[in-house]
């Protein structure tokens, strides 16, 4: 029987971020960054979702595929800069992603609408643009905050928890309050949403 054109995306998907040379160690394995990142969108998503789409599966499995490629530090480390650096991204993951699904054979509508996903756009408008950036915001806050909470002081982690709660849906904030945080993370949350 002939693999899916969705199973063949992912495994390429995958594929490509198998080879970020940057690592990370999780209960003793060594993962490639950017692989466990699209692991833990799919995981995610899916928990979130009862039943999400082919095309926002695909564009939470590529929504940081290559990302090594641009690094922050080749862009100015201002506001601008970030925000500049951010749309590249966008552009590369959304164009990477359209070669890997018209080598498999997907439709150019279909094709399109993974990349108006990836691309976040009509956030709030749009309900899986919504749902996506749910899951973005779930996995940073379930996998990521601790370590940034580490890099940085208070006040900018809770700046950046205040912005994140503000792009989450009313559902985004019900999964996000049943995330379990350590004694610190939960600290930070709290603060966060005080001063909302």
């Not at 899916?4 to 940057?22: G, M, T």
């Not at 595929?65 to 641009?70: A, M, V």
């Not at 989450?168 to 005080?194: F, Q, W």
Request: proline share 3%; glycine share 4%; charged share 30%.
């Amino acid at each position: 029987m002939q693999e899916s054109k969705f199973k063949r995306a992912i495994v390429l998907i995958d594929e490509y971020n198998q080879k970020d040379p940057n690592q990370v160690t999780v209960d003793g394995n060594i993962y490639p960054k950017e692989l466990l990142y699209s692991q833990r969108m799919t995981t995610t998503l899916l928990g979130f979702e009862t039943n999400p789409s082919e095309a926002l599966q695909i564009a939470a499995r590529a929504q940081h595929i290559c990302r090594w490629q641009i690094p922050r530090k080749d862009y100015p480390m201002t506001r601008v800069g970030y925000l500049k650096w951010r749309e590249t991204l966008k552009k590369m993951h959304a164009e990477l992603t359209a070669d890997i699904l018209n080598t498999v054979g997907y439709e150019k509508e279909f094709i399109k609408r993974v990349s108006f996903l990836i691309n976040k756009k009509q956030i709030k408008k749009d309900e899986e643009s919504q749902t996506l950036e749910d899951v973005i915001c779930l996995v940073f806050l379930e996998y990521y905050l601790g370590d940034f909470a580490v890099k940085h002081d208070d006040d900018k982690v809770i700046d950046i928890l205040r912005k994140t709660w503000k792009k989450m849906s009313k559902k985004g904030h019900e999964a996000a309050l049943n995330i379990k945080y350590s004694d610190k993370e939960l600290k930070l949350v709290k603060a966060a949403l005080e001063s909302q």
